[in-house]
């Protein structure tokens, strides 16, 4: 055990009487001096600092030790059970982001011949319609976030998207589905914000040469349809070319309103801001405006001048055609911006550290954390992506945009695309660098940024070695401003396998503390665990912490069938974990106990089968059994056997997770065999059997004609739209069966999701459905 170190923390603390008020970064953050232990003394910051950002992380620490190493982990492995030939009765496809502890899957009733879905997450007629009003790839997402909200906030929430028309839906649903849940059920929720928001990003498109929102498809005649822009650049070999921008930048870094940790509201640029809580300034309109136009429109009077006005963003930027050219031959939008932003403001800071880029515009005056703010939205109302960067500990922040990547952008300092100027050039040392995401999520760009990156991975671990998800890692360095000092650096949310990776500069000296459910290693909050000194670029180093509680999960019981299974039905399921949905605290943030859902691809589940009075056991913690169990799976593939009286639940469950979410995929289907109710499946005239059912690449329909008919075999998509003509014309009596690929008629696979089959003798029709599971 090394010896007990003492480190004193100072919590920044932004009161409005401008404590701290010379800081740079208007963000708060938490900073750490390192003081050997019977030593302790006050830490002073230097006089002039950068961030202001907020981490809720305080008092004095202690590292009690160093962190135990890591060692591999094994996965499960899945089977997947053979086909059989069945006709198909009814089937249930499903996407959905599963909670801890929530079960998505169906009811199997065969006395009705029927399936009943069992969904985890409860919605109101209001939410339903918007989500399907929303793009599908939006709608789990959009769905999970709306579920969070009380019934009431559900429809209020709902009917902004309700009550939108194209082009605007798909912008308002996505700020919508990635903006937290706590400040959508907040009083400084603005609605017509976020209508006003989609607005204006269409009318700026007007008065720009340089950009091009595109948009493919509608709500009503795509259920895949989405924006995104397109704009135009001139490349180093002096060629002008058009470029599009993926549509989760789009979304994400020019649509979103929110930029870094400020409230998404409407402000009163006249009004002080508190650097306490930055509310003083959250007004109604007309007193309170949005940044997205202020910016781009308003100008005011220079101070000590007569007549003199502030450039406006709008006349400026319409005059470029182009948004970026290596070569500076002609004006472009990024250099535009740059100008604007160091006419309109001076380098320097008051008592007041502002967050709201219309408070920022209205005082001119700002250091980087102020830049980077004013900058990130200015760009945004240009129909720019851009984002805020932040290396805490190293108390500078600044700004990347897209140009086909991200690339660094400083308009204080003139500088752009120059990723390596300040650990080069200024001589910067990192712990680890971040980008903010507009929903909260605090992503590591440290490789952007250094050449000399290495990775820490950490592991939360109970007292039983199961993995703690959701835990709260925070990150500190020692050596990045001085060689004594400890700054709290970053922070990250481990996903289910009790893991969060941190990508940080070589040759610093890094030490860490777990937050959990389960308990915090070091236990008390003044303390922090040392984990490596000097690590070496390009080294990867693991450890894990413990605390000293353990979760418990309750499994069910595997018990035989309480019959015979028989040929009479058949359930099939098909499951594919899409990914894992960290759930995400928000700590750099104004608007306190926030928490987002973050990506992260390897869900996995438990699928179970059982009858009815089990299933209820289960839904109230209570011992139950199964008679079938699968554990721990990325993926499913597996079918069932049961007699016509007995009723089922077939179902996954997010059962290993204490916080985070699993999104899922799943088709079940119900089969009769052809020998039970002969009346029903006879191969009379009409009468089709399309198998396998779900399909992936191929599927075979078979179908009986009597007498010569003229026939026509058609596939709908759920709208009722025909996609493909299987065949059609006259037909010699016979047997038939027609092989069809799960091409449209332009040749393009069909996507995942529910179909009908419609085959048509002589005017008489037989519809069926149709999944796709590829």
């Given at each position: 055990?090394k010896?007990?170190i003492?480190?004193?923390v ?9 404590l701290?008020?010379q800081t740079?970064?208007?963000s708060k953050?938490d900073?750490?001096k390192?003081i050997?232990f019977g030593?302790?003394?006050?830490y002073?910051l ?6 202001t950002?907020n ?5 004095k620490v202690?590292?009690v030790?160093?962190a135990?190493n890591?060692?591999g982990f094994?996965?499960n492995k899945n089977?997947?059970?053979a086909e059989t030939e ?10 959905s982001?599963?909670?801890p ?10 006395g ?19 989500i399907k009003?929303a793009?599908k790839w939006?709608?789990?997402q959009?769905?999970?976030t709306?579920?969070k ?6 429809n209020l ?8 028309t194209?082009p ?6 996505y700020?919508i ?7 959508l059920a907040s ?9 006003e928001n ?5 009318a700026?498109?007007t ?5 091009d929102?595109v ?16 704009y135009?650049?001139i490349?180093?070999?002096?060629n002008r ?10 979304y ?7 930029i870094?940790?400020e409230y998404?509201?409407?402000?009163n640029?006249t009004l ?6 930055h509310?003083t ?5 007309p007193y ?7 910016l781009?429109?308003?100008t005011e ?6 007549g003199d ?7 400026e930027a319409?005059?470029c055609?182009?948004?970026?050219d ?14 604007w932003i160091n006419d309109?403001?001076e380098f320097n800071s008051g008592?007041?550290?502002p967050?709201?880029?219309v408070?920022?515009y209205?005082?001119?005056l700002g250091?980087?954390?102020?830049h980077?703010?004013i900058?990130a939205a200015?760009?945004r109302?240009c129909?720019?992506p ?14 990347e ?5 991200w690339?660094?952008w ?5 500088s752009?695309k120059?990723?390596l100027?300040?650990?080069k050039?200024w001589?910067?040392?990192f712990?680890s660098i ?10 590591s760009v440290?490789?952007?940024?250094s ?5 820490i ?6 007292s039983?070695?199961q993995p703690?998800?959701?835990?709260t ?14 700054f709290i650096d970053s922070y990250?949310?481990?996903?289910n396998n009790?893991l ?14 777990l937050?959990?459910s389960?308990g915090n ?5 003044n303390?922090v665990?040392?984990l490596v ?8 180093y693991?450890?894990i ?8 999960i309750?499994?069910p019981?595997?018990v035989?069938?309480?019959d015979t299974?028989?040929d009479?039905y ?8 899409q990914?894992q ?9 104004d608007?306190?106990g926030?928490?987002?859902?973050y990506?992260?691809?390897g ?9 009815e009075?089990?299933?209820n ?12 169990s ?5 993926n ?7 007699v016509?009286?007995?009723e089922y639940f ?11 979410s699993?999104?899922m995929?799943?088709s079940f289907?119900?089969?009769v065999?052809l020998?039970?109710?002969?009346n ?5 005239e ?6 396998p059912?779900?399909?992936s690449?191929?599927?075979?329909f078979k179908f009986?004609?009597?007498?010569e008919s003229n026939i026509?075999?058609?596939i709908?998509?759920i709208?009722?739209i ?9 037909h010699?009596p ?5 092989d ?5 008629e332009?040749g393009?696979h069909l996507?995942?999701g ?5 085959l048509?003798?002589?005017g008489r029709?037989k ?8």
């Amino acid at each position: 055990m090394k010896n007990l170190i003492v480190i004193s923390v100072l919590a920044l603390l932004f009161l409005s009487n401008g404590l701290f008020s010379q800081t740079g970064i208007t963000s708060k953050r938490d900073t750490i001096k390192y003081i050997p232990f019977g030593k302790a003394e006050p830490y002073t910051l230097p006089d002039v600092k950068g961030i202001t950002t907020n981490i809720p992380f305080m008092g004095k620490v202690t590292a009690v030790g160093k962190a135990e190493n890591m060692n591999g982990f094994k996965d499960n492995k899945n089977t997947i059970l053979a086909e059989t030939e069945w006709i198909l009765l009814d089937s249930i496809y499903v996407e959905s982001i599963v909670p801890p502890s929530g079960n998505l899957g169906v009811i199997l009733n065969t006395g009705t011949r029927t399936l009943e879905l069992i969904h985890p997450l409860n919605l109101t007629t209001d939410a339903i319609n918007a989500i399907k009003k929303a793009p599908k790839w939006l709608r789990p997402q959009l769905e999970y976030t709306l579920s969070k909200l009380n019934g009431g906030i559900q429809n209020l929430r709902a009917s902004i998207i309700n009550n939108a028309t194209d082009p605007f839906i798909d912008e308002i649903a996505y700020t919508i589905a990635y903006t937290t849940p706590e400040f959508l059920a907040s009083d400084y929720f603005f609605p017509n914000l976020f209508l006003e928001n989609a607005q204006l990003v269409y009318a700026h498109d007007t008065d720009l040469a340089y950009v091009d929102i595109v948009d493919y498809g509608t709500s009503t005649s795509d259920e895949n349809y989405y924006s995104t822009v397109k704009y135009w650049k001139i490349d180093k070999d002096s060629n002008r070319v058009q470029i599009e921008v993926p549509k989760e930048i789009y979304y994400m870094y020019i649509v979103h309103p929110k930029i870094t940790d400020e409230y998404e509201a409407y402000v009163n640029p006249t009004l002080a801001e508190s650097n306490y809580d930055h509310t003083t300034n959250i007004d109604v309109p007309p007193y309170g405006v949005f940044w997205r136009d202020y910016l781009y429109s308003h100008t005011e009077q220079k101070p000590d001048t007569t007549g003199d006005d502030f450039p406006i963003l709008k006349d400026e930027a319409s005059k470029c055609q182009v948004l970026w050219d290596e070569k500076n031959a002609e004006p472009s939008a990024i250099r535009t911006v740059t100008k604007w932003i160091n006419d309109v403001m001076e380098f320097n800071s008051g008592t007041e550290r502002p967050h709201q880029p219309v408070r920022i515009y209205s005082l001119h005056l700002g250091r980087c954390g102020e830049h980077e703010d004013i900058t990130a939205a200015a760009a945004r109302s240009c129909l720019i992506p851009a984002r805020g960067i932040d290396a805490i500990s190293s108390d500078h922040v600044w700004n990347e945009f897209w140009d086909e990547q991200w690339w660094q952008w400083e308009p204080v300092n003139n500088s752009h695309k120059d990723n390596l100027v300040y650990e080069k050039g200024w001589g910067k040392k990192f712990g680890s660098i971040v980008a903010h995401r507009s929903d909260g999520v605090a992503e590591s760009v440290t490789n952007t940024y250094s050449e000399k990156p290495c990775t820490i991975n950490l592991f939360a671990r109970d007292s039983h070695d199961q993995p703690i998800d959701g835990a709260t890692f925070l990150l500190a360095v020692q050596g990045t401003l001085d060689q004594s000092s400890i700054f709290i650096d970053s922070y990250a949310i481990t996903d289910n396998n009790g893991l969060a990776t941190f990508t940080v500069v070589a040759g610093q000296n890094y030490f860490a503390r777990l937050n959990s459910s389960l308990g915090n290693v070091p236990a008390q909050n003044n303390q922090v665990v040392e984990l490596v000194k000097n690590p070496q670029a390009g080294g990867e180093y693991s450890y894990i912490l413990r605390p000293a509680n353990f979760k418990t999960i309750t499994k069910p019981t595997v018990v035989q069938y309480p019959d015979t299974p028989s040929d009479e039905y058949l359930l099939k399921v098909n499951y594919n974990a899409q990914s894992q949905n960290i759930k995400w605290s928000v700590l750099f943030n104004d608007f306190g106990g926030s928490n987002t859902s973050y990506e992260k691809s390897g869900g996995k589940a438990n699928f179970y089968l059982t009858d009815e009075y089990n299933y209820n056991l289960g839904k109230s913690n209570s011992d139950y059994s199964v008679i079938a169990s699968r554990e721990n799976a990325s993926n499913i593939s597996c079918d069932y056997k049961f007699v016509r009286w007995q009723e089922y639940f077939a179902w996954l469950k997010n059962l290993e997770c204490i916080s985070n979410s699993v999104e899922m995929s799943a088709s079940f289907s119900l089969y009769v065999n052809l020998l039970v109710d002969v009346n029903e499946t006879q191969n009379t005239e009409s009468q089709v059997n399309c198998y396998p059912n779900p399909m992936s690449n191929n599927t075979q329909f078979k179908f009986n004609v009597q007498d010569e008919s003229n026939i026509r075999l058609s596939i709908y998509d759920i709208q009722g739209i025909k996609i493909k003509t299987i065949a059609e014309g006259m037909h010699q009596p016979g047997n038939y069966s027609l092989d069809w690929n799960g091409c449209d008629e332009q040749g393009n696979h069909l996507s995942n999701g529910m179909y009908f089959y419609q085959l048509d003798i002589n005017g008489r029709k037989k519809v069926g459905k149709l999944m796709v599971v590829r």
